[in-house]
């Protein structure tokens, strides 16, 4: 298999894709970009929205309730979307690990999957999961990942107050917190290990690729000639993975898309929604088609 050159999509228009992925949301952290997520949905739209795990970060939530109404607003337009038609397809990850207690249920019109086969218009077919089954400090040594959380939430509070003096002079958003991770070579060799770890699972499986997240880097690539691709996160890259009506992938960078806005729409904030409350009962339903 050929894989495709990456292309990274960094313009802002309303967008009607076949399929989108978003992950890593952190939806209950001060370090979730909420804001940004909701101006990225209003902008575009998919026959299918899969939530790739980490949309709703249980461990910080257990230690400390953070819940301001911008996170209630992405998860009530991600509903609306689903009410809408959009087929939005929920793979739980680490950080909302309770919610894989209800895999194979649906919550209102949100299906709840372990992993799912997604079949891109020109054929390939990718597995989509997580990612962090295959993170060896996840399986076997969980306290050590909680004290890494720990530390990384310290650094996107840095990000925060470093990217609000940005702001004050004028510059666009960029990550600090990124910046010092991909710096480090230890974590370059974790990425570098995580990547093939995954296309090797998809290959076992006779795949065409793989779909992930957990480790916040965006990327499109063949690795061992099976296509990797990680849609990112909304904590540091404000990144998604897109496919078109021909099958073809890209990167949407939300954040280099906001930068290049024109002035006169930088002030624009997402819409006030009034929706319905989440909705209270899950109710069992098979697999999509």
Not at 37 to 47: G, I, P
Not at 75 to 89: M, P, S
Not at 202 to 217: F, S
Not at 264 to 286: D, I
Request: proline share 3%; glycine share 8%; aromatic share 8%.
């Amino acid at each position: 298999m050929q894989a495709r050159a990456e292309t990274i999509v960094n313009d802002i228009r309303p967008t009607h894709w076949r399929t989108l992925w978003i992950s890593d949301i952190h939806l209950g952290t001060a370090g979730c970009k909420a804001e940004f997520l909701l101006d990225f949905l209003e902008y575009n739209e998919a026959e299918t929205l899969y939530l790739v795990g980490d949309i709703i970060d249980g461990w910080q939530l257990r230690r400390r309730w953070h819940w301001p109404q911008a996170h209630n607003d992405v998860v009530q337009r991600i509903l609306r979307k689903a009410r809408a038609g959009t087929r939005v397809v929920f793979v739980p990850g680490n950080h909302d690990e309770f919610a894989r207690q209800f895999v194979g249920h649906a919550f209102g019109d949100i299906e709840i999957l372990e992993e799912d086969v997604h079949v891109t218009a020109d054929g390939r077919r990718l597995l989509v999961l997580h990612g962090d089954q295959f993170d060896g400090l996840i399986e076997h040594s969980k306290w050590l990942a909680h004290l890494g959380d720990t530390l990384y939430t310290l650094a996107l509070w840095l990000n925060n107050h470093f990217n609000r003096l940005r702001h004050r002079l004028g510059l666009h958003y960029w990550s600090l917190s990124q910046y010092l991770k991909h710096k480090v070579k230890n974590a370059v060799a974790f990425i570098t290990d995580f990547e093939h770890a995954l296309a090797g699972e998809a290959r076992r499986r006779r795949l065409d690729g793989v779909v992930c997240g957990h480790i916040h880097k965006p990327e499109i690539r063949e690795v061992e000639g099976v296509l990797y691709c990680n849609d990112g996160d909304w904590v540091e890259s404000l990144s998604a993975l897109a496919e078109d009506h021909e099958g073809q992938l890209q990167i949407l960078d939300w954040s280099a898309a906001l930068a290049a806005r024109p002035a006169a729409g930088r002030g624009r904030g997402p819409r006030t929604l009034a929706l319905p409350a989440l909705p209270s009962a899950l109710r069992r339903q098979g697999k999509h088609p």
